[in-house]
């Protein structure tokens, strides 16, 4: 069998309360893989630790159990190889659009033309609209050509229609880059219609409920009843 | 539009006021010229200051120290300030020592730094460097805590290297408080220097002011004090002006964004004088 790109084992999360000694468990005995390829839906109730548990995969938090693997290695900090798309765009303000997306990787024309934003290289983030602001995140992530792009709610923010046709250029990005792909959200349509596998996390502490492959649209649309009831159980 | 323009106008109001008062009450020769003398006299002895070339070599000196002391307290208090802001832990063990220090006025450590420094130049830069320092350094350090977490964990995320780190985010997020320090250290610098060459020094403009009462020239003592001040208000404003234009993009991200939701949060701006 094939080695994953990803997998999680026993993986859990407790985070101190500032205020007294208790702890707050977050996320409690996850397991799963990831194969190269798939595009992976994470969905849940707010505050079950979806975006802890990307936290946990890109390395920029320890799970206080269990392991993160990576390529058959034990995540211990950040790396290139896993691109990290936060809930808000997150551009350095000081920075042009071009600064921002060369950050970290190098500087690519063709990338600043794939995400339809070559007349705004010169601009600054507050010159961009929401939907420019979320591309270029999207473009300053995919950069230095990860191997996982992570996605923690990134289109949560902004309106409907700005969402679907961002949606769109998200499932273009996974098909023509070959990236594998790992989005977190809480909005059921948003998973099933990118993802060609859902994972369903209870309420906190997030534990499994469900893993399963998506097929076709007819299985997704018939799933969306069940996973409502298991999201809200 | 029109209030704006009058609200630039209403600080000369009170100065106007008291030159007007000063004017009439001179003209009418009821001022004891010992103690306050006139306008007319102050301006004479601005004109024959000027003249014979002693306040330019006054102002010369004093400003020479001023940029010399200023200038090594910035290439120490940024670097040290930033560093500080970097290493939280830097806070706990330097934080109490620096709050003592500065408690203690520059003009308290004059006779010290004589004594360490001999007379000339250098206890005069030490004054002035110790004046700037503090502002410098705190501002800068409290710049670098001002950046919002969330860039910092881009930073990370993104595994920039410490050069990378420094210079797109560390450097341009606290540059408005570094600007901010460095304002306040200039205007620290000179108020200090002043108070230095009046206690001790053969040169400079709190020399002037000193050696005018010991010849008991009120006029020339008027002169220096006005020169002081309105040196002050140049500084600041060169500083301002060259604040504004090294900062255009610190300023223009507080600027309105579009109107669809999800563009990047604007950082804290640089605190105000009075939040100092």
Known sequence: MEQPLLELRQVSKNYKLEDSKQELEVLTNINFMV???????????????????????????????????????????????RGLVFQEPRLLPWLTVKDNIGLAGEYDEGLLKKMDLEDFSHAFPHELSGGMASRVALARALAPRPD??????????????????????????WK???????????????????????????????????????????????MKEQVLTWMEG | MERTRWGGFKGLVFPLGLLTAWFIFGYTGKLNQ???????????????????????????SSLVRVFGGFALAALVGVPLGLIMGCVPQSQTWFGPTLH?????????????????????EAPKLAVIFYAALFPIVVNAARGVQEIPGMYWEVSRALCLSPWKTLKYLVIPGSWGFVFTGLRLGMGMSWRAIVAAEMLASASGVGYLVMTARSLARVDEMFVGILVIGFMGILIDAAVITIQNHFVPSWRSVQGTRRSEKGGTTAPRTAPSLQEL
């Open chain 2, 100 to 120: 003592f220090l500065r408690q203690v006025p520059p003009t308290a450590l004059i006779p010290l730094f004589l004594l360490w420094f001999g007379i000339g």
């Open chain 1, 35 to 81: 194969q190269r390829g798939e595009f992976v839906s994470i969905v849940g109730p707010s505050g079950c630790g979806k975006s802890t548990l990307l936290s946990i995969i890109v390395g920029l938090i320890a799970p206080n159990d269990g392991e993160c693997l990576y390529k058959g290695e034990v995540v211990k900090k950040p790396s290139l190889e």
């Open chain 2, 34 to 60: 010992q103690i306050l003398p006139s306008p007319g006299e102050v301006l004479s002895a601005f004109r024959y200051l000027c003249r014979d070339g002693l306040l330019w070599s006054h102002l010369g």
């Open chain 1, 148 to 173: 996982l792009l992570l996605l923690d709610e990134p289109l949560a923010t902004l309106d409907q229609n700005l969402r679907s046709k961002l949606q769109g250029e998200l499932q273009r990005i």
């Open chain 1, 176 to 222: 023509d880059e070959g990236v594998t792909c790992i989005l977190v959200t809480h909005d059921l349509n948003e998973a099933l219609a990118l993802g060609t596998r859902l994972i369903v996390l209870g309420k906190r502490p997030g534990t499994i409920l469900h893993d399963t492959s998506l097929q076709d649209s007819m299985e997704k649309e018939a």
